[in-house]
């Protein structure tokens, strides 16, 4: 059985958060200028604002959703708020980026105390300009049915990143 | 000892399916968690729990689309007094296989021996092979404690294998990435600089040059 390589299934993104899909769209999400890359770590202080989203596509009339998602609150051993919504932007139009969209949920900063979370961030592409309604809270969320309710499909792109606590120790020892 | 479980566990069961029912936006075949509950609760007689052998193929990195192929979730490990029991998958891991000793793949997460307490004194007639051994004393509570805190390592460090994998492969990736864009660039350099891309940078060392011409 050949190796599993992609990150987004080694690290169990797909899985506990999506189901498989092919890559077709570029998302590029930066944090203060360093870009978030699959599995890379982030401490809370530096992702205190939202951070920069940029898509690729062609065509402006073509509209996404970004979800952005933690599936390990409050603890990656007792995940029971999973998934933990943390930003939901939609009527993002292709080749711009999430602040040309509509905000429906705002961006709150991760701040985990638990573990070590992985914090997703989904795209997906719309049939065109739709309505969105917020969620009434944001734990417990869950994105297949988030995508299925509004007929969003598989997602197109896919992102994910690590952060723990401030003051944590876990994780790699470099 | 079994008192206080069956009142924390009845009391947040409560609970869980309330905010089970507030949570159903499309209660989907995803949203197994809460309609297993309910299910669970309905008709524990239908459900067994001890065909989960038959029918998974081991779910783990292929990311395939059927983890939840047997109608019992792998139940949460967590025993502990403050959290719901709750049905969540935590992991992508091998469904209980009945009679085995925490099955235990270098790479897989473990599978749950145990279901929540309050799930077992509901629907204790139908799953008899799920109480793991005789009755609880207070010598057994501690071998559980044990358990609980063995399969929980266990799951930690799936977990942390897990993180460590994924970012050496996307290291990987970027690297790959990163040659063959290397590699580009210096083609387009010799194509359109043959002279530029011959000549190395000679010193590096401070030196004086010109700047900005006004």
């Keep these: 059985m050949p190796r599993e390589r992609d990150p987004l299934v080694v690290g169990r993104v797909v899985g506990d958060v999506l189901d498989p899909f092919l890559r077709s769209i570029t998302l590029r999400v930066t944090y203060n200028n360093r870009e978030v890359a699959n599995g890379c770590e982030f401490r809370p202080s530096q992702l205190v604002s939202q951070p920069r989203v940029d898509i690729g596509g062609d065509d ?9 998602v933690d599936p390990d609150a409050p603890s990656p051993s007792n995940p029971n708020l999973r998934e933990y919504l943390h930003w939901l932007v939609t009527d993002i139009p292709a080749t711009t980026g999430a602040n040309f969209g509509q905000e429906i ?21 719309q049939l065109g300009r739709q309505t969105v309604y ?34 944590g120790s876990g994780g790699r020892r470099s | 000892m079994d008192e206080v479980w069956k009142d924390l566990s009845l009391s947040s069961l409560h609970h869980h399916s309330i905010s089970t029912i507030n949570n159903a936006t499309a209660n989907t075949h995803h949203a197994f968690r809460s309609t297993l509950l309910q299910d669970f609760l309905a008709r524990p007689s239908n459900m067994d729990p001890l065909r989960t052998g038959t029918s998974t193929a081991d779910p783990s990195s292929a990311g395939a689309a059927t983890p939840f192929a047997s109608p019992l979730p792998p139940p949460p490990t967590l025993l502990s007094l403050n959290s719901l029991p709750d049905f969540h998958c935590i992991d992508d891991t091998d469904p209980m296989k009945p009679h085995s000793h925490f099955h235990n793949n270098a790479t897989a997460a473990t599978p749950y021996m145990y279901p929540p307490f309050n799930v077992l004194a509901a629907a204790s007639p139908a799953f008899p092979s799920f109480r793991k051994k005789r009755p609880r004393g207070s010598d057994d509570n501690s071998g559980d404690r044990r358990h609980k805190r063995l399969i929980k390592n266990r799951e930690s460090a799936a977990r942390s294998r897990a993180r460590k994998q994924a970012y050496t492969n996307e290291l990987e990736l970027e690297v790959a990435h990163l040659i063959e864009e290397n590699a580009r660039l210096k083609r387009l350099q010799q194509k359109f600089c043959p002279e530029a891309s011959a000549q190395l940078p000679k010193k590096h060392t401070l030196y004086r040059t010109s700047t900005a011409p006004f």
């Design chain 1, 60 to 68: 402006l009339r073509t509209f996404y959703t970004l979800v952005m």
């Design chain 1, 134 to 167: 917020a969620p009434g809270w944001r734990q417990n969320f869950n994105t297949r049915d988030f995508a299925e309710l509004y007929n969003l499909g598989l997602p197109v792109a896919a992102v994910y990143f690590n952060c723990q606590r401030e003051g």
């Design chain 1, 105 to 125: 949920v705002c961006y709150e900063s991760p701040r985990p105390t638990a573990g070590i979370h992985r914090f997703v961030f989904v795209l997906f592409r």
